[in-house]
């Protein structure tokens, strides 16, 4: 289970929120693992009950174990693993965090391929351009890797396993089975890559982590009508919160102009000028 690139091969880019926790919402912590967000959420603060959201960058399991014991204790573990999507930045840590924990992941029936070593995703398109990232992106693991039984598809009736506040609602386009979560009381939304508020492409606004909501990082995603169609989906749910796989989380009137903004100009904003996904 360990001969795999998407979960092996550190990537040496860090940006000036690494290892930061933010309390984003209530009872939803989002920390930054060098480029990328995982998320903490409590289900059952009685019950000291809490479940990951993501696994970071590879090589980052110390990192968010730390994170862990450091909002819920010594030797704490989640109840579950929820993945919005199986890219390497999403799943860099997962292999070793479920041979440490031994909790059932759960993601997208879509998905699962990817996560079963049946199905490498698309190589990177480094032709979209829009700054360093993207050109560096063939360097990017794209490696679907194996999590054999751990892995689960999320229930079809939109409920998540460990998480009953929460549902699952599919955003593809960045990858096929591509979710984002939602709690509906009051409107809290874990985007994941669906749309994100740091311009991925950019090696300087990533470093800086400069707030810019855009889509999905482009240089990864390869269904642009589907990108589109899910960051409509999202924006009609009228988050007040918004955490995603990438940047600083966005609250209140700033996400609701910025989303609506992506929404009304997302060919302009979203989908790149020119690459081998765009006219697919």
Same mark, same amino acid.
């Given at each position: 289970?360990h001969?795999?690139?998407?979960t092996?091969?550190?990537?040496?880019?860090?940006?000036?929120?690494?290892?930061?926790?933010?309390?984003?919402?209530d009872?939803?912590?989002?920390?930054?693992?060098?480029?990328?967000?995982v998320?903490?959420?409590?289900?059952n603060?009685?019950?000291?009950e809490?479940?990951?959201?993501d696994?970071g960058?590879?090589?980052?399991?110390e990192?968010?174990?730390?994170?862990?014991?450091e909002?819920?204790g010594?030797?704490?573990?989640?109840k579950?693993?929820?993945?919005?999507?199986?890219?390497?930045?999403?799943?860099?840590?997962?292999?070793?965090l479920?041979?440490?924990?031994?909790?059932?992941?759960f993601?997208?029936? $879509?998905?699962?391929?990817?996560l079963?070593?049946?199905?490498?995703?698309?190589?990177?398109?480094?032709?979209?351009?829009?700054?360093?990232?993207?050109?560096?992106?063939?360097?990017?693991?794209?490696?679907g890797?194996?999590?054999?039984?751990?892995?689960?598809p999320?229930?079809?009736?939109?409920?998540?396993?460990?998480?009953?506040?929460?549902?699952?609602?599919?955003?593809?386009?960045?990858?096929?089975?591509?979710?984002?979560?939602?709690?509906?009381?009051?409107?809290?939304?874990?985007?994941?890559?669906?749309?994100?508020?740091v311009?991925?492409e950019s090696?300087?606004?990533?470093?800086?982590?400069?707030q810019?909501?855009?889509?999905?990082?482009?240089? $990864?995603?390869?269904?642009?009508?589907?990108a589109?169609?899910?960051?409509?989906?999202?924006?009609?749910?009228?988050?007040y919160?918004?955490?995603?796989?990438?940047?600083?989380?966005?609250?209140?009137?700033?996400?609701?102009e910025?989303?609506?903004?992506?929404?009304?100009?997302?060919?302009?904003?979203?989908?790149?000028?020119?690459?081998?996904?765009?006219?697919?």
């Amino acid at each position: 289970m360990h001969e795999n690139s998407s979960t092996e091969r550190y990537m040496p880019v860090t940006s000036s929120t690494s290892g930061m926790i933010q309390n984003a919402a209530d009872g939803v912590y989002a920390f930054t693992v060098q480029i990328v967000n995982v998320c903490f959420v409590v289900t059952n603060t009685a019950a000291g009950e809490w479940v990951l959201v993501d696994a970071g960058m590879p090589k980052s399991e110390e990192k968010i174990m730390e994170a862990a014991e450091e909002l819920f204790g010594k030797g704490a573990k989640p109840k579950a693993i929820i993945l919005t999507h199986g890219h390497f930045d999403h799943v860099g840590a997962i292999i070793d965090l479920v041979e440490k924990w031994n909790v059932p992941v759960f993601a997208h029936e $879509l998905e699962i391929p990817y996560l079963t070593g049946q199905k490498n995703y698309p190589e990177p398109d480094p032709s979209v351009e829009g700054g360093l990232i993207a050109k560096m992106s063939p360097l990017f693991p794209h490696e679907g890797i194996d999590l054999g039984a751990h892995v689960q598809p999320l229930p079809a009736d939109g409920t998540v396993p460990a998480m009953p506040e929460w549902k699952w609602i599919h955003t593809p386009g960045h990858t096929p089975g591509h979710i984002s979560l939602f709690r509906e009381n009051d409107k809290i939304l874990i985007a994941g890559d669906a749309f994100v508020t740091v311009k991925q492409e950019s090696l300087y606004k990533v470093l800086t982590q400069e707030q810019e909501i855009s889509g999905p990082p482009k240089y $990864l995603t390869t269904d642009w009508n589907a990108a589109r169609s899910s960051v409509q989906t999202l924006q009609k749910l009228d988050p007040y919160v918004a955490i995603t796989g990438h940047g600083i989380p966005m609250a209140a009137a700033e996400l609701e102009e910025n989303l609506l903004m992506l929404v009304q100009n997302f060919d302009s904003i979203a989908i790149p000028e020119h690459g081998k996904y765009v006219d697919e």
